[in-house]
């Protein structure tokens, strides 16, 4: 192996072990950052693919959505690679940004299980429901039925009942997210998918794991009621019975 392949590789893993520190919601140094972008840098001349994805890796962990798309999509036009592609979508998805992160996913032959596991969880995190219902039913084995459990299954039952799409259940995610976004707020857990005891309502709970004291939650939950009134179609905002809710551990 060369050695900016060498070094591309050591980059990589360290930003592994970044990623797993903002799982755990631990903060990474602005300094390990500053440092894995000059080093990205360095290689931009023998390795330019590698380190365009590296910079868009790097701009996940800065909040930078424009330079995540405009170095990944640099990476793109020099090596059109299931790993590029892979790790953009990885980053767009810790960012919140699941559809576009399931999009991505869809454009490469998956063979491997960690790949598939975050398509189907890009897909059911972005309101893609019915269609990842299909591409478990005719593309995949059938052992990851037990990813698409018995919640999204009354999901896509309720959805059927109300009259609402795909399209239509993206577009409240993706206010959702976006009112989270701007406030410096990225989920990375799935949220909890809950009936109401009378069955007429499906609430979306998100869990704000990092420090947020009650009154921004109120304020975050305020805006997204306004949000959704202003940005979603009919279907949502008449009755459809899907309710986002932003929760956080003091809620309990």
Known sequence: MSQPALKTEEISNELDILLEKCRRF???DGFTLKRLK?????LLSKEPSSAYWILGAIGM?????DGV?????KALDLSKTPLI???YSVSLGNMGYHSQAFDLLKKIEIKDDKRLLFLLDSGVMSGHFHETKLLLSNQFNQKYNQRFNIDHEQ???FMDHKGVSDADLRKLIEVTFNVAQQRGIFTFK????CLSPDEETFCFEYWIEVPVDVATVVELN???DSSIIEQCPPSITKQSGFVPLFITARDE
Request: net charge negative.
């Open 69 to 73: 798309h405009e170095n990944y999509k």
């Open 61 to 65: 962990f800065e909040d930078d959505i």
């Open 222 to 224: 305020t805006q997204l």
């Open 85 to 87: 592609y892979s790790n």
């Open 38 to 42: 000059n080093e990205a840098k360095k």
């Open 155 to 157: 999901v896509i039952s």
């Open 190 to 193: 799935p949220p909890e998918i």
């Open 26 to 28: 631990e903060k990474v």
